[in-house]
């Protein structure tokens, strides 16, 4: 039996199994991140990793009341069959959880999803919009970090901390927001940005007719920038009839 990748030699001596259960449990319970954990209990993250879909697995088997013969003391299933298993049923895959709020779970369903496009045909035929690519319009938000992702660096042994000189501190973000039609074509950007003077040159570098938004408390979109925002944009026509606009703004 194929018993998949093997941890090395040289460090599977350096963690113990009770470490392990440590770190693998508050990953789980999310107090710590899994970067972290490999510091905290000094477990390698690879075997992290491995050490979190064994006890997947192992909990899957108590849950279900299955005869097996994986270690109920460390609580963990055998990595060698468990590995056998995912090679055997390659429409398997390892995934890790993403956040969906409740209200977005509730409303994607096949009744909410087909009484939205019920409405929405409703509302083409009813302005004649129907075949009119350039008339109809999506406006979206986007934030960026201003940081840059590190990158992996060679550093001498011993050495913990590898720095690289960054223009903003980690979080600080800018907010685009855009506005442009089904046909592809876009409107010049608003841009929000956390600061209570402008930032000499800034606009310069931006497509012509560019606005930028100060917000002293944050660079996210609120509803006065919103609707400043829209007003942009609506000025843009102000003597076409029969344009719609989409839109999907999330602001605390």
């Known amino acids: 039996m194929d018993r998949g990748p093997k941890a090395n030699s040289a460090t599977r001596e350096k963690w113990s199994i009770e470490s392990m259960q440590r770190a693998v449990h508050a990953v789980r319970t999310g107090s710590i991140s899994e970067n972290r954990a490999t510091v905290v209990y000094d477990v390698p993250r690879q075997t992290l ?48 959880e993403e956040n969906l709020s409740i209200n977005r779970a509730l409303s994607m369903n096949k009744s909410e999803v087909g009484l939205f496009f019920d409405l929405l045909e409703d509302k083409m035929s009813e302005l004649n919009l129907t075949n009119k690519a350039d008339r109809i319009f999506n406006i979206d938000e986007r934030g960026f970090q201003l940081n840059t992702r590190p990158n992996t660096v060679v550093a001498s042994k011993g050495r913990r901390v590898a720095h690289v000189i960054s223009q903003k501190e980690k979080g600080e973000i800018i907010t685009l927001v855009a506005c442009f039609n089904v046909a592809g074509n876009y409107l010049s950007p608003c841009i929000v940005i956390k600061s209570k003077r402008t930032v000499v040159g800034l606009k310069e570098k931006l497509p012509a007719g560019s606005d930028i938004f100060l917000n002293e408390q944050s660079a996210y979109i609120n509803a006065q920038l919103f609707f400043v925002a829209i007003k942009k944009f609506v000025d843009f026509f102000p003597h076409q009839q029969g344009i719609t606009s989409y839109f999907d703004f999330d602001w605390a």
């Open 49 to 96: 990793r491995r050490a979190q879909l064994q006890e997947l697995a192992f909990n899957l088997a108590e849950k279900l009341g299955l005869q097996h013969r994986f270690n109920k003391e460390a609580g963990l299933a055998d990595w060698g069959r468990l590995w056998s298993y995912l090679k055997r049923h390659t429409d398997l895959s390892i995934r890790k």
